[in-house]
């Protein structure tokens, strides 16, 4: 099997361990830029962090003993991609550059064309092309007639130095806030731009002392245990509790957020401005154990009022007021459910998968689609997302992935059953009306048609469900 993966970020990374482990090892990745790492690679804004415990955010795999703090700084994320992705040699296996443009499904394949032409021929293809990978620029007029410096949080110029000035963000859910706590220290005054208060969880980030690190490195075993433990902690309990399965776990979670604004933020008109007016977990939880701490410097401006417009000096807000500025940073997200785009994915009998989105993205089980055979997702609609850790998410569709590719390889094409598949998505639906995140407020889970983009399920039936595939399910073509 000649496979082509799309992406080289950690959904690519995964893919390709599963298959060298598998024993197809003719695998090419296509990258469109010049480096690997996806999302570490491109947001390098000040403070940029995971948010869960790094001895989790990190591939069964590769086991790292030498995280520097309990949830690690971008860079050091980026590093580790590096590494892995030499470790287990799928680096040179990259085409940098190739920003793949079309795939085409053709004499029982994919003809593959890159923004370098046409490239190949491919047996089966795995696009994990990113879902939080387009930048997303806020509505706002005259964004254009700034004459400070901007950047999407996406687009950080490592040379800024923002000291002494006075910067603008915009948008104030997890990277909002990461740089919010990390910035407000250095910048002559900071004003934060918040259409919408946020829940946030205390998450200490200490750093992992040299002892703990040579104990890992000492003890494997124990570094994995570890992980196991936080699996337990994040992806079940904490999974759970969101997904409406752990109303306990649930309780403590909302007990835990509301006591941390209630005794972190003394003054009661601030905190009544951070308080927001919605369900704890509804939106993705923040994890900081320092925004409270510097939005409540003296330097620092909680804005809560409507955005009129940006101007050439700074932000006017619908009362009149300016807020004047050097430097604006839009902390405003992605287009997250604009997956695969804008590839022309081109399946069986003239299938078009922008086409048989538009109504809105689907799939079997997050990582197939009736009517494009061997065309694979990691990442793909419905995955679960949210506070925990998407590499197991990632880990566990690539195996899953990879059965199928198995299976292709000794009958031909798989491609999920459209009944299964219709069936599939009608009970993922009705689940999603039991979830947290449908209980009454705005966010990026949202596509424009109203619906949830993650899981309804408990991650351990997600685990349970990516074992084995059920060939049944699928058209097996010679
Ligand atoms: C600021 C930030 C913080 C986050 N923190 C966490 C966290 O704490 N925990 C967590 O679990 N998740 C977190 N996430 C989610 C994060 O995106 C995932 O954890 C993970 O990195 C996604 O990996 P990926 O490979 O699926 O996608 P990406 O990292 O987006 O990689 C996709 C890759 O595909 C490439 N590509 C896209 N289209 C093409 C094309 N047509 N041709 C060729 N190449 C293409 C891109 O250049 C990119 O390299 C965070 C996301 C952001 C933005």
Known sequence: MRVAIIGSGASGIAAAYYLKQAGFAD???FEKSDDLGGTWRDNRYPGVACDVPSHLYRFTFAPNAEWTRRCSPGAEIQAYMRDVAKQIGAFEKIAFN????????????WEVETSKGPYGHFDAVISA?????????????????????????????????LTGKRVGVIGSGSTGTQITATLADHVQSLTLFQRTAQWIMPLPNYPIAEEKRQEYRDDPAKMDGYYH???????????????????????????????????????????AKLTPDYAVGCKRLVLSDSFYEAIQRPNATLETG????VEQNGVRMEDGSLHELDYLIYATGFHAHSLCHPMHIA????????????????????????GFPNWF?????NSPIGNFSYLMTAEHQAKYVVSLIKEASISGTVEPKPDVTDAYNAELREAMNGTIWVSGCDS???????????????????????????????????
């Not at 889970?445 to 399910?473: C, H, I």
């Open 27 to 29: 695998f090419t990745l």
């Open 98 to 109: 190739h920003e793949v443009t079309k795939v085409q499904f053709a004499d029982g394949g």
């Open 129 to 161: 092309s990113g879902a939080l990978h387009h930048p997303k620029m806020p509505n706002i007029d005259g964004i254009e007639s700034f004459l400070g410096r901007s950047c999407h949080s996406a687009q950080w110029d490592d040379a800024t130095d």
């Open 229 to 271: 433990y936080l699996a337990g902690r994040f992806n079940e309990v904490f999974g759970d509790a969101v997904s409406g399965h752990n109303p306990e776990a649930y309780e403590h979670m909302a007990e835990a957020c509301e006591e941390n604004l209630r005794t972190s933020v003394t003054d009661p008109e601030l905190r």
């Open 306 to 309: 409507a955005i009129s417009k």
């Open 347 to 370: 399946g069986r009998d003239g299938r078009v998968l922008a086409e048989e989105w538009a109504d809105g993205n689907y799939a079997y089980r997050s990582v197939a689609v009736p």
């Open 377 to 381: 997702m990691i990442g793909g609609p």
């Open 444 to 478: 990026w889970y949202f596509d424009k048609q109203g619906r949830v983009a993650s899981y309804p399920w408990s991650f351990s039936r997600f685990a349970e469900e990516m074992q084995t595939p059920n060939l049944a399910d699928f058209h097996i073509r010679p």
